[in-house]
């Protein structure tokens, strides 16, 4: 039964890598998302948005290949480490339909549920830039 999981994890994992590849060339799997692009000093500058713009549709398939390859793995770790299936937030049992649709969730539906409305808090915060040089 686990050994079903580890090859599907396995199996997406070495798809997920190679279409990594295909986009971007060499990667580093520990890379994280998230360090680049809030605060560009540029963003008035027509040029830079349009640039941002087609940079950022192939940034961000990659930002999701990146996040799906590190959950991937986490997930083969936590599988040899006999936590796969169990949620990391309330340490509940995964449904396992659920795992069965995606093999590489940490968390059970109700807290990912939590986690998504968090998440979407988070991202309208837009501080103003400072206009206080008077
Ligand atoms: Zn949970």
Redesign the pocket.
Known sequence: MDTNIQKRLEQDLKVAVSRLRQIGGAVAVDELPGAIGDNSPFADEVDEIQANESREIGFATRELLVARVNRLSAALDRLSEGEYGT?V????EISPARLRAMPEVQ??V??QDRLERLGRQYEPEETEPAFDDE
């Not at 937030?89 to 509940?92: A, G, L, Y």
């Open positions: 949620c937030e309330c340490s509940e968390t059970c109700r807290c």
